[in-house]
């Protein structure tokens, strides 16, 4: 395997120099292969996320497969516009130049992806990656195997290796990857992870996008709307079991509604996830990807049960279906473990508030989250909690809704990541600006030339102008 990776590798870095000279047309035929290789392989696919994670075709469709459509088909209609140098104004240095930004391709990329949205999480950055004109070298996660293979078999459908090409494996094989002096390594996945990431990459000067994850709060304050809140809560927190790097993480409510809140929740919850006998509807309700997390959220839920919190709803799992009921927390202890890491499951910890200064602190006293939710229905607190926090982006009255709009930059802010992706700004993740100037003929930079000494009149009149 080691020889082969490092062939493709040689075969892409030769490969980029006749990428880097594509135009929109050409760029567009790789989106257009891309798209018909999907579609040939959609069942497939539907069937490798059912295997993988137990998702529903309706949730595959909406969160992974038409997602990738519509990314696909919002490059193919603005990468003209996109690849456009884009004039900028001139100096009075040099009055008479062009100034131009020219997006020219990063190279050969590294794509490495996570479990939990496997076809998504690699397809997006790739049509970026193939929107800038770069070679690409996948890496999906060895814990999606059904997704995985399927997305090998796409590549290998619509691509040479030279120019894109997919390996399956696990932390051996990212690591062999990581120590090639790639162009630009474009990494979704843990933060644990992805601090070894960076730590390689640095080792070759590449440059990096890192999409994690952490903990990402909702807050709901006195004013809110608990009936919306609670149902759009329901449903982000238990899409794909609590398993999406921008779930709801913890609940942050104010003291008056605590109560109602979790009674509405339950309601939410037993309405859209159980069947009307009561039992949990596996159709619509997805699986923990594996024993070992399975085992991890049922350990949280034990530290937090066994220090103190108590369980107002769920609780329950069942090992043969890695299956975890939808679960509340409540009465935490501070040295609960379910408040140290990302959940990354369908348990939902409630924590009251007096008063909006003190969830605003509590939100700063941890890492700058992925995402943060607020409900609330008055305009200052609203303002209040944006200009007080950072996050990589939010939503007012609402959860996840911002990753779907390709017009919106998508990724975290230090613990959260670095640096963005979807649309233009993965187009932009994967080009480097380059500054040109053109001089004219008329130009007059001769006049800031030295011997300085007979220039006192030049610095006298820069001087005025600037
Ligand atoms: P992970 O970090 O364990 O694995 C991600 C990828 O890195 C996999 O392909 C894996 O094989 C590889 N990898 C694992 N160990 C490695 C090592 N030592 N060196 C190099 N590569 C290694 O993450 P995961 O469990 O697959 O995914 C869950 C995490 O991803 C969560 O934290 C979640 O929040 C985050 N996530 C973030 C986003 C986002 O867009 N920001 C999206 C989805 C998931």
Request: aromatic share 8%; with cysteine.
């Amino acid at each position: 395997m080691i020889p082969t990776i490092n062939s493709v590798f040689k075969a892409q870095q030769t490969h980029k120099y006749t990428l880097r000279n594509s135009n929109a047309t050409q760029r567009i035929d790789k989106l257009n292969a891309l798209k018909s290789s999907i579609e040939a392989y959609e069942k497939e696919i539907y069937a490798a996320l059912k295997s993988d994670l137990r998702k529903s075709e309706f949730e595959s469709a909406i969160t992974e497969i038409v997602f990738i459509y519509s990314e696909i088909d919002f490059a193919i209609k603005h990468l003209s516009s996109w690849m456009r140098p884009v004039k900028v104004g001139k100096t009075i240095t040099a009055l008479m130049a062009k100034n131009r930004i020219y997006y020219e391709p990063k190279g050969v990329c590294l794509i490495i992806s996570p479990w939990n949205y496997p076809f998504q999480l690699m397809m997006a950055p790739l049509i970026s990656a193939i929107a800038a004109g770069n070679c690409a070298i996948l890496k999906p996660s060895e814990l999606s195997v059904a997704t995985s293979s399927v997305i090998c078999r796409i590549i290998e459908k619509c691509f040479e290796e030279s120019e894109v090409c997919c390996f399956e494996g696990d932390a051996k094989i990212s690591t062999h990857l990581l120590s090639l002096p790639f162009d630009h390594i474009f990494f979704t996945g843990s933060t644990a992870v992805g601090k070894i990431v960076m730590e390689a990459a640095a080792k070759n000067l590449t440059s990096l996008t890192l999409e994690l994850g952490g903990k990402s709060p909702t807050l709901i304050d006195e004013t809110a709307n608990l009936d919306t809140a609670a149902e759009k809560i329901a449903w982000g927190k238990l899409t794909n079991a609590g398993q999406t790097c921008i779930a709801p993480d913890y609940i942050l409510i104010h003291e008056s509604l605590e109560q109602a809140f979790i009674e509405k929740y339950k309601t939410a919850v037993q309405k859209m996830f159980y069947t009307e006998s009561g039992t949990l509807n596996l159709d619509s309700y997805a699986k923990i990807i594996n024993k070992r997390h399975f085992n991890r959220i049922e350990g949280l839920i034990s530290d937090a049960v066994e220090k103190g919190a108590t369980m107002p709803y769920g609780g329950k799992g069942e090992e043969a279906t890695q299956t975890i009921m939808p679960t509340i927390l409540r009465g935490l202890p501070e040295n609960a473990n379910i408040m140290k890491e990302e959940i990354f499951g369908p348990v939902l910890p409630v924590i009251p508030f007096k008063t909006i200064e003190e969830a605003i602190a509590l939100i700063n006293k941890m890492d700058k989250p992925l995402a943060l939710y607020v409900f609330s229905e008055d305009k200052n607190k609203i303002q209040q909690v944006i200009k007080n926090t950072s996050a990589g982006g939010t939503c007012v009255n609402d959860v996840l809704i911002h990753i779907s709009n390709p017009k919106l930059p998508f990724g975290g802010v230090n613990g959260s990541g670095l640096g963005s992706c979807h649309g233009q700004f993965g187009f932009k993740t994967f080009s480097h600006e380059r500054a040109v100037v053109f001089q004219s003929k008329l130009e007059m930079s001769t006049l800031i030339y030295p011997p300085y000494e007979k220039k006192g009149w030049v610095l006298k009149w820069l001087k005025k102008l600037m």
